[in-house]
Structures are given as C-alpha cells and as structure tokens.
C-alpha cells in the first residue's frame, strides 16, 4: 500500500499558540475535539483555533480512520492534531500495539495533519519513557501532545518534568490528575512552573461554569473542550454552535 503526500500546509507553531519557554503569550488558544467533518468546519467557523481529531468520542477518543483524516485535513484550515491510540483499556501498549501507533503517526503526517496527541503508560503506571521515545522518533516536525494519560499518574507535576525533557512534546493536556478539575488547580499551578518549554492545557471537566475560574486561577494558555460544547453535554450529540461561540467569546475576551 502506497502513502500519498498531502500538500504542505502552514499553520501557527506550537510556541505561537502558548506559552514559548516560560512566557505567557496573551492569546489564549482554544482546542475542540471534533470526530466528524461537520464537527471540523462548525469548530472553524465558530472561531475556535484547533481541532483535536478523534474516533469512539465517547471511549475517551481513538485514532480516527486514514479517511477521516485525509478529508477533515483537507476540508479546514486551522490546525488538526489527531489521536493515536490504538483502544481504550489503558496507556499500556505491547509491541505491536506500538507498531499500530508508529504506522498511524506516519498516516497523519503523510496526510498533512498538524500534529499528533498521544501518552504512554508502563506497567508500574509511570510514563513510559521508552515508548515515548519511540513515538517522537517517527514524528519529524510534527506538534506533539502529550494526553491525559499524564492525569493517571500519582504526581503529575513529576510527570510533567520528565516530558520537559523531550523538546519534540510541545503540549500536555491535563485536569491536573485524578478527581475534579477545579479541585485540581493547585497541581495544574504547579505543572505550570515546572513544565519548562511545554504548554499546559487544561481540560478534561472544562465547562461555562467554571472556564471563568479556571483562566483566572491557572493562567494556562490553552484550553481544551469536548461534551461542553454538545448538545445535551453528549459526546454523540451535534456541536451546538451558539454555545461554541460564546465560549470563544468568553475565552478571546479573557486574553485582549
């Protein structure tokens, strides 16, 4: 089977959507999860600035199809970061579950996606930095995202330190571990202090009621949402556009 190479496209590098190097940019960079192509151009035309591409939203997000990647890349122009993740029952991958993930990683680059979202656990529940290594390997120029794999560790600020040391992971996506997000913003403080050149962002438990509190107290640069924005908070419910623009709004209004 022969890979096709997409056309290169520009989009805005990690460091210009967050924080460069221990500076906080004034912008503050909105990420939706999105599954379909209708998800990808209501994100876009709503004003959010990147998409999280993913499959089995409501299994916490799998690696979406070839297909799925080649015509969400094609139909919008912000930034599409896709999920590599192979199945849902943990972070722990044997070898050929990591070959899975390397031939994927390969599909969304040939594809032109932006970037790759992806965490990795061994089985003392500690990241994995072998299989880090591994997967940045196979990356090239690509954003990486570290996922919220990092929230199952028992000290995530440790967590966050060890993957400072990968110049290649440019953002960590955490509620600052286990329990409730807002319960959590003492740790994801810490994280910040600690995460070196990466962008923290929040997410996981984001909504209106709390996105307020959460941009005041943390002052992440990147926010990420998924049920929040559907109708009925479902993951299989359509994103409801009112709601999407108004935290745009909320979200842009915070950073001007």
Known sequence: ???????ERSFA?????????????TMNIIEIIAA??????????CGADRIELV?????????PSWGMI?????????????MIRPHSKSFVYTREEMDVMKKDIHIAKESGANGVVFGVLNEGGKICEEGIQELVEHCGGMDITYHRAIDEL???VEGIKILSGYPQIKTVLTSGG?????????????MIKNSDHINVMAGGGL?????????????????HFGTAVRYNKSSSGDIDKNRLKELVRIIKGKSA
């Open 207 to 223: 909504n209106f009621e709390n996105i307020n509190q959460m941009i005041e107290e943390i002052g992440a640069s990147q926010y």
């Open 1 to 7: 089977m022969e890979y096709v190479l997409m056309p």
């Open 36 to 45: 379909t192509p209708a998800d990808a151009r209501c994100i876009e035309e």
């Open 178 to 190: 286990k329990g409730n997000i807002t319960g959590n913003i003492h740790v994801i403080k810490e």
């Open 13 to 25: 590098s990690a460091d210009e959507c967050g924080k460069n190097y221990g500076e906080r940019k």
């Open 70 to 82: 080649e015509k969400i890349v094609k139909t919008v122009r912000i930034p599409v970061n896709v």
């Open 154 to 156: 028992d000290d995530t």
């Open 55 to 63: 499959s089995a939203f409501s299994e916490g997000g799998l690696t």
